[in-house]
């Protein structure tokens, strides 16, 4: 045997061997514990995120490794796009192998909070509460704190979180699955405020978000909504109060008994929008993305007042004569 021969054997020996190394190297670390930063990381996965993102949420939210090796063994595994969405809690012990098969399973059985659009945060904090295998940390934190905890400190709860599905594994926080909810509201905002009709007498989105919330409790049907968002958008433009009785209902909290009485409109509160112009101070409910899509982009039409048919659906007029008609027709008559 040459040389040559021998030092490529030699070369090839070595590089087999480094290989063998890496490999056992990748192996042991496959099987080794992952550090944490805290007792235990969560992270939630909503639809569609990319697994180089999932690795990289990971490492942030506090699993102390290096992202691109976690991304290189979701894709190397062949299950990358087989990682599901939803809420995950991890401890010690957790290695990458068992990351991975924890996103893969959907931790084995997955629970759902369903919040519903025109709820109040009061039926929210409800829904958390009663959620199974939910974590309570909320349980005993004041609004303020939770909203401080999600990053936005100082501001109202209410209306500031979309209602929609969430899935979460056993023993999350509520915090988490809340924040998720939180996240996903200010993304719609920022979308249907970034797509608004011209001329909107709505100064910021969270003037749109007030006006949405409205309009998701004043809607009976589909059909109807960007016909009731034009009424209140038209009434902002004259200077009309809204004359809404969900925000009166809204300022009298519990002690509304399902009775809406003539002194309940005329007694004041910052929620009554017949006593006090313009916009209330908070929203009034969660709307959903339809509510949003209606009261940044109204009908173009010039109605100033709606009645209930009494089907769910209402009739519309431009002036008062046209509207008492209409009173007259659907409510008076018994009809």
């Known amino acids: 045997m040459g040389k040559g021969m021998k030092w490529l054997l030699r070369a090839l020996l ?3 061997l480094i290989a063998g190394l890496a490999a056992g190297a990748v192996w042991q670390w496959l099987r080794s ?35 691109r090796w976690l991304y290189e ?3 190397w595994s062949g299950q990358a796009k087989q990682i599901r969405a939803g809420s995950y809690e991890v401890h010690a012990g957790i290695t990458p192998r068992t990351l991975l098969d924890k996103m893969v399973r ?40 939770i909203m401080a905890a999600l990053g936005a400190p100082g501001v109202a709860p209410e209306g500031r979180f979309f209602p929609d599905t969430y899935a979460y594994s056993r023993g999350v926080s509520d915090l988490t699955v809340l924040k998720r ?38 809607t009976g049907t589909q059909a109807d909504r960007s016909r009731v968002a034009a ?16 925000t009166v209902i809204y300022g009298l909290g519990e002690a509304f008994d399902g009775n809406l009485r003539k002194r309940d409109l005329l007694a004041d509160t910052p929620f009554n929008t017949y006593t006090r112009g313009g916009l209330p101070p908070t929203p009034i409910a969660m709307p959903g993305a339809a509510s949003l899509q ?17 089907d769910g659906s209402s009739e519309f007029s431009d002036d008062l004569a046209a509207h008492n008609r209409a ?9």
Do not use: C
Not at 35 to 50: C, K, M, R, Y
Not at 231 to 246: A, E, I, K, S
Not at 328 to 335: E, I, P, V
């Open 73 to 75: 063994w979701f894709r």
């Open 294 to 310: 209606a009261t940044l982009n109204p009908a173009s039409v010039k109605s100033l007042y709606f009645v209930a048919r009494g």
């Open 106 to 145: 959907g931790d084995q059985v997955m629970e759902q909070l369903r919040l519903i659009e025109g709820w109040n945060w009061r039926q929210v904090r409800a829904a958390l509460a009663a959620a199974p295998a939910l974590k309570a940390r909320t349980a005993q934190m004041s609004d303020a704190d």
């Open 33 to 67: 514990p992952l550090n944490l930063a805290a007792p235990s990381v969560e992270l939630s996965i909503e639809p569609g995120t990319s697994p180089a993102v999932v690795a990289r949420a990971w490492v942030a939210a506090g699993v102390q490794t290096d992202a």
């Open 231 to 246: 009424v209140f958008v038209n009434r902002l433009r004259v200077g009309m109060p809204l004359q809404t009785d969900p």
């Open 14 to 16: 070595v590089l087999l």
């Open 327 to 335: 009173v007259n027709k659907y409510q008076r008559s018994g009809k």
């Open 181 to 218: 909810a939180h996240s996903a509201m200010q993304q719609r905002l920022v979308a249907a405020w970034g797509k608004r009709a011209p001329d909107l007498p709505l100064k910021s989105p969270d003037e749109a978000l007030i006006l949405a919330s409205i309009v998701e409790k004043e």
